[in-house]
């Protein structure tokens, strides 16, 4: 594949603006949608019960979601859980029953016509566990970002932070905002999912940026915007493999993985595609846009004892 040689030269600072213009427009999508429509949290964070059962047989979902409706348990998810024998039901709370009793009036009305149900699990979450973790989540997500800019700051220059911190806010706005749109449950392991893709981005990021520091110092008489070209060009073939096989396993995870890890595969999947993207054509052409130049990675001069003394 020629794109993953090391003498690619594309030009892709050429293409900025319409980049800047696109992540703009989804980044704006997504906070519109994540405002007026929210996100359809599980019950990691709303509250609720989850009972796991097994059947002898194949279990009829549509049969059970009729049983959960005349005994009035409102808001059930009902799904398959690892094999067609095993149903996973998630309840939030009810008003007419108390959270301890849910679980056995749920599974003596599955039983009721004569099917052999065991109950395998059960949980609860309560509401105010549910919105202490929600802000715990939040919390994490803007330390992480206080701490990696700081991290870039010392490492490289203040641009670069700058440049590092916009993609990765640009990352997690956009994921978010996807399970926002799609309406996907959003739970715990979406939440661990989005640390996850803000560590990735900043991998790539970093890498790019070395090789940029590297290229200020060699290639002397190009300009800004050259050596940032060049520099992305050389990472290039790191990026695309690194980001083709994380993408295989994750394929694999999200389609045979399990609907436990279901929703954690899928919000790495946009968040490796997005953190590819925005490693490329937006922390890179933010740190170009600041006005990154030599001057900015030189190191600063260090004024040897006596020399203010030595003779003209």
Same mark, same amino acid.
């Given at each position: 594949?020629?794109?993953?040689?090391?003498?690619?030269?594309?030009?892709?600072?050429?293409?900025?603006?319409?980049?800047?213009?696109?992540?703009?427009?989804?980044?704006?999508?997504?906070?519109?949608?994540?405002?007026?429509?929210?996100?359809?949290?599980?019950?990691?964070?709303?509250?609720?019960?989850?009972?796991?059962?097994?059947?002898?047989?194949?279990?009829?979902?549509?049969?059970?979601?009729?049983?959960?409706?005349?005994?009035?348990?409102?808001?059930?998810?009902?799904?398959?859980?690892?094999?067609?024998?095993?149903?996973?039901?998630?309840?939030?709370?009810?008003?007419?029953?108390?959270?301890?009793?849910?679980?056995?009036?749920?599974?003596?009305?599955?039983?009721?016509?004569?099917?052999?149900?065991?109950?395998?699990?059960?949980?609860?979450?309560?509401?105010?566990?549910?919105?202490?973790?929600?802000?715990?989540?939040?919390?994490?997500?803007?330390?992480?970002?206080?701490?990696?800019?700081?991290?870039?700051?010392?490492?490289?220059?203040?641009?670069?932070?700058?440049?590092?911190?916009?993609?990765?806010?640009?990352?997690?706005?956009?994921?978010?905002?996807?399970?926002?749109?799609?309406?996907?449950? /959003?739970? $715990?392991?979406?939440? +661990?999912?989005?640390?996850? @893709? =803000?560590?990735? #981005?900043? *991998?790539? !990021?970093?890498?790019?940026?070395?090789?940029?520091?590297?290229? /200020?110092? $060699?290639?002397?008489? +190009?300009?800004?915007?050259? @050596? =940032?070209?060049? #520099?992305? *060009?050389? !990472?290039?073939?790191?990026?695309?493999?690194?980001?083709?096989?994380?993408? $295989?396993?994750?394929? +694999?995870?999200?389609?045979?993985?399990?609907?436990?890890?279901?929703?954690?595969?899928?919000?790495?999947?946009?968040?490796?595609?997005?953190?590819?993207?925005?490693?490329?054509?937006?922390?890179?052409?933010?740190?170009?846009?600041?006005?990154?130049?030599?001057?900015?990675?030189?190191?600063?001069?260090?004024?040897?004892?006596?020399?203010?003394?030595?003779?003209?």
């Amino acid at each position: 594949m020629s794109f993953l040689n090391e003498d690619t030269n594309y030009d892709f600072l050429k293409v900025r603006k319409f980049a800047f213009t696109l992540s703009a427009i989804l980044i704006i999508a997504s906070i519109v949608s994540f405002f007026t429509k929210g996100l359809n949290y599980g019950l990691d964070f709303t509250g609720g019960t989850l009972v796991e059962v097994s059947y002898e047989q194949d279990a009829d979902l549509q049969k059970i979601r009729q049983q959960l409706a005349e005994i009035d348990i409102n808001g059930a998810v009902v799904q398959n859980f690892g094999s067609a024998k095993v149903v996973q039901i998630r309840m939030p709370q009810q008003d007419h029953i108390a959270n301890a009793e849910v679980s056995d009036v749920v599974l003596a009305k599955l039983a009721s016509d004569g099917s052999e149900v065991t109950k395998r699990d059960q949980s609860f979450v309560g509401p105010v566990v549910g919105e202490e973790l929600k802000e715990q989540g939040g919390l994490a997500m803007i330390v992480a970002l206080i701490c990696i800019m700081i991290y870039v700051a010392l490492r490289f220059e203040w641009k670069f932070s700058v440049g590092s911190v916009a993609a990765l806010a640009h990352d997690v706005i956009i994921v978010v905002g996807f399970f926002s749109i799609t309406s996907v449950e /959003f739970d $715990l392991t979406v939440l +661990a999912a989005l640390l996850a @893709v =803000i560590g990735y #981005s900043l *991998n790539d !990021t970093i890498v790019v940026f070395d090789r940029i520091r590297e290229n /200020f110092l $060699l290639m002397r008489k +190009a300009t800004p915007k050259e @050596v =940032i070209n060049n #520099s992305i *060009n050389l !990472t290039l073939s790191r990026t695309v493999m690194t980001s083709l096989t994380t993408m $295989l396993v994750l394929l +694999a995870l999200f389609f045979f993985g399990g609907q436990t890890i279901h929703s954690f595969a899928e919000a790495l999947i946009v968040g490796v595609l997005v953190g590819t993207y925005s490693s490329v054509f937006i922390a890179s052409p933010t740190t170009l846009a600041l006005g990154i130049t030599k001057e900015d990675l030189m190191p600063p001069e260090i004024e040897k004892e006596g020399e203010e003394f030595d003779a003209p």
